[in-house]
């Protein structure tokens, strides 16, 4: 397998567009559409994606995404691609779209097939769409991924990020076809959980990563291939905190180590209610160990 971060010559493709934040049920649909379209004709299966969003590029808005670009590369892996192309938006913004066709996509991958989802859009000012794809019927054949809904809502990055940010987490995690994870170092905090008696973690997020609603989960916590169930507080502690600094704080059930400066990979399982600020840290010991009651009654069902 193939990742590369400029254009080659990478003939006979059956080819993947989009951008694929969270690499959602939708996108592992197409994904896996294209793999089984490569594999049945004898082609290779390529997929081109970009290292920043073009919304966020062309907005100029804030980014905040599912999964950074190392886990998106990882999950795009396991579906069975070939050759990941992670490309600089920057460099082909201003192309108008049958330029993007004629010189990036069939010169350079000179594709058998492209797949794309139902609202794939390219070129300058987003000139370029399904029908047009479609109209280049001579030069390839263009299949288009429909909408795919749960609940009667359209999987997309777009409403996952809401229902994240909401603490919808049971259905984003429906949407994903996963859990929603966060993976961070583990940074030294002020040891106030573990002078209750309690092993916690604690992870600063990457700027660019979507912000899960402030409050206590249930989950996993993943480290050396061990899993941990774990009781999670993403927020501003404001009982413990008076920076007020958004802080990934992970209570890990049955974990003796030292996590300082390692990578720990944290699921969200379920929202189980909003930051609370307590009078005193008895208070909080009594709250966490409430919680931790609750937890291990729900990896029990």
């Known amino acids: 397998m193939g990742i590369y971060f400029d254009l080659n010559d990478n003939k006979n493709t059956a ?8 690499v959602h049920f939708a996108h592992q649909t197409l994904i896996k559409k294209t793999v089984e379209i490569a594999n049945k004709n004898g082609l290779k299966s390529a997929l081109i994606t970009f290292m920043e969003s073009p919304y966020y590029i062309l907005t ?13 590369i990882e999950l795009i892996k396991a579906l069975g691609i070939d050759d990941i192309y992670i490309l600089d938006f920057n460099k082909y913004k201003s192309m108008q779209a049958v330029d993007y066709i004629n010189h990036i996509l069939i010169e350079h991958f000179h594709p058998k097939y492209i797949v794309t989802g139902f609202n794939h859009r390219f070129g300058a000012n987003k000139q370029g769409d399904c029908k047009l794809l479609s109209s280049y019927n001579k030069n390839f054949n263009y299949i288009e991924i429909s909408p795919i809904f749960e609940n009667n809502i359209l999987i997309s ?10 603490g ?13 994870s966060i993976t961070g170092k583990v940074v030294c905090g002020q040891q106030i959980a573990r002078k209750l008696g309690y092993n916690t973690a604690n992870i600063i997020l990457d700027t660019k990563l979507i912000r899960p609603k402030h409050g206590v989960y249930f ?42 400066s390692k990578m720990l990979k944290v699921e969200f399982l379920k929202f189980v209610r909003g930051e609370i600020k307590f009078s005193n840290l008895d208070e909080l010991k009594q709250q966490i160990n409430s919680d931790y009651c609750e937890l291990l009654n729900f990896i029990k069902e």
Do not use: C, Q, W
């Open 219 to 260: 989950g996993y916590s993943y480290f050396e291939d061990k899993k941990f169930p774990s009781l999670i507080n993403f927020g501003i502690r404001p009982s413990v905190d008076k920076n007020l600094i958004e802080t990934l704080e992970v209570h890990l059930l049955n974990f003796n180590g030292n996590l300082y």
């Open 15 to 22: 080819l993947a567009l989009g951008f694929f934040d969270g």
């Open 168 to 180: 919808k987490i049971e259905l984003a995690n429906k949407m994903l076809n996963r859990n929603f």
């Open 60 to 72: 100029g808005k804030k980014a905040s995404y599912i999964t950074l670009t190392d886990e998106k």
């Open 157 to 166: 990055s777009t409403n996952i990020k809401k229902f994240i940010t909401d």
